[in-house]
T-cell receptor
């Protein structure tokens, strides 16, 4: 089973402060993804990575940045948190199953921006 | 905008009944996947169907894909209370001349409640 952890699992912060969420995997998977999940919107892709230092924007990247300096860690930073970024954040890794990529999700981080 | 639209938004059935959820999408795809999410948890992959496949089975799950209509359905047979969860379709969009990097676009989900 793929090992993937997210930290912190819960966080409360104030508007205007920077916040960094960490996603850690133990099996050297190349592809990693950050999503946010909000009621009525399903999951929306924020950023993704296809290798160390290789990242790109997803559907809702404004206000977020990412870094991947090591294969196992994918960091999501909210540069200056806003109340609209209150959400549940999920990290995922790409797993190859029969020549197709599926995704394996972490447990999520609940972020509340006051 | 969301690639996938799911129908119904919520479904309530009795144990033993079948549950059918539908998904529509907008662009050409490499594959379509279904995921399940229990309350407060991360998503779990259920089944993948490739764009050149029409039907796929896995245990009590049956998925169909109609690329001409850009739609898919997930059938759960003989449902159990433990099947209560949210179910999401997700599409891996085909990219002209390149790779999608496995990126997925998710629908808004169907909330399934199975009553004992």
């Amino acid at each position: 089973d793929a090992g993937i952890t997210q930290s912190p699992r819960h966080k409360v912060t104030e508007t205007g402060t920077p916040v960094t969420l960490r996603c850690h995997q133990t099996e050297n998977h190349r592809y990693m993804y950050w999503y946010r999940q909000d009621p009525g919107h399903g999951l929306r892709l924020i950023h993704y990575s296809y290798g160390v230092k290789d990242t790109d924007k997803g559907e809702v990247s404004d206000g977020y940045s990412v870094s991947r300096s090591k294969t196992e860690d994918f960091l999501l930073t909210l540069e200056s948190a806003t109340s609209s970024q209150t959400s549940v954040y999920f990290c995922a890794i790409g797993l190859w199953r029969g020549y197709q990529e599926t995704q394996y999700f972490g447990p999520g981080t609940r972020l509340l921006v006051l | 905008s969301q690639q996938g639209e799911e129908d119904p938004q919520a479904l309530s059935i009795q144990e033993g009944e079948n549950a059918t959820m539908n998904c529509s999408y907008k662009t050409s795809i490499n594959n379509l996947q279904w995921y399940r999410q229990n309350s407060g948890r991360g998503l779990v992959h259920l089944i993948l169907i490739r764009s050149n496949e029409r039907e796929k089975h896995s245990g009590r799950l049956r998925v169909t894909l109609d690329t001409s209509k850009k739609s898919s359905s997930l059938l759960i047979t003989a449902s159990r209370a433990a099947d209560t969860a949210s179910y999401f379709c997700a599409t891996d969009a085909a990219q002209a001349g390149g790779t999608s990097y496995g990126k997925l676009t998710f629908g808004q989900g169907t909330i399934l409640t199975v009553h004992p």
